[in-house]
Structures are given as structure tokens and as C-alpha cells.
């Protein structure tokens, strides 16, 4: 986890945080052992921004990956960087049944969770694409 710590602290230099001026990073690892990153990249209009998570996941997709091993995020945020509600369904949509999700702030003390632990109940939909 430290490696995919390490690659989404370098994502987060790229952030584009003009409006909230907190800059995040995320790392996705997935079942091809390739690492894809992203930022936060925010917008005047509020819903166009794209959360770190959902632009490193994007990323992996637009690659061809379909299945996620593994997420880092972090921030420099006194707290840590939780993935938002919206950043955790789609996580969900494409985490293998035992995913590692990982979160860090400023401090970089890393703590590590499951996928029912971020986001019990979550909803789910098998399209037949994605088993």
C-alpha cells in the first residue's frame, strides 16, 4: 500500500483546486498490477468537478481495466482524505469483493478499510459486465 500511497501523493501536485484550495490524490491499482492516478480537477461550476478518485478510476477504464484491486487517496488536509459518497458507489461499481482502500492526509498515517466498511448497503446493479 505504501507504493500506491507514494504514487497518489505525487498525483495530488497535479490537483487543479482553485475554488476549495485543497489539493487530493488518487492511486487505483488493478487486477493487471498496473497503478493509474488522478487529481481533483475543479470547475466555477461546481458539479462539473471530478473528484481524484473517480479521475484515477476513469483513467483505469479508459485503459480497458475493469476490475480494481486496490485505492490510495490522500490530501493535504489536516484529516484524512475520505472519498466522498459519490466517489465511494464508484469505487464500488468496479472493486473486486476484497478491495483495500486506503486513506491518508497531511500526516500520512495510513489507514486501510474494505469496501463494506466505507460504504455499507452499498447499491448494486449486475449488469452481466462486470461479475
Not at 480497458?64 to 458507489?89: L, M, S, V
Not at 489507514?111 to 466505507?118: L, N, S
Request: aromatic share 8%; glycine share 10%; with cysteine.
Amino acid at each position: 500500500m505504501e507504493k500506491l500511497m507514494k504514487a497518489a501523493e505525487a498525483a495530488l501536485e497535479n490537483s487543479y483546486s482553485p475554488y476549495s484550495g485543497i489539493r487530493i490524490g488518487a492511486a487505483v491499482e488493478c487486477e493487471s498490477g498496473r497503478i493509474y492516478t488522478g487529481t481533483n480537477v475543479e470547475n466555477a461550476s461546481y458539479g462539473a468537478t471530478i473528484c481524484a478518485e473517480r479521475s484515477a478510476i476513469t483513467s483505469a477504464v479508459s485503459a480497458g481495466e475493469k476490475k480494481i484491486t486496490a485505492i490510495a487517496i490522500t490530501g493535504d488536509i489536516d484529516d484524512y482524505a475520505w472519498p466522498c459518497g459519490i466517489c465511494r458507489q464508484v469505487i464500488k461499481e468496479f472493486a473486486v469483493a476484497d478491495i483495500k482502500i486506503a486513506v491518508s492526509g497531511r500526516n500520512r498515517e495510513i489507514k486501510e478499510f474494505g469496501m463494506d466498511e466505507i460504504l455499507p448497503h452499498a447499491f448494486e446493479f449486475n449488469v452481466g459486465g462486470n461479475d
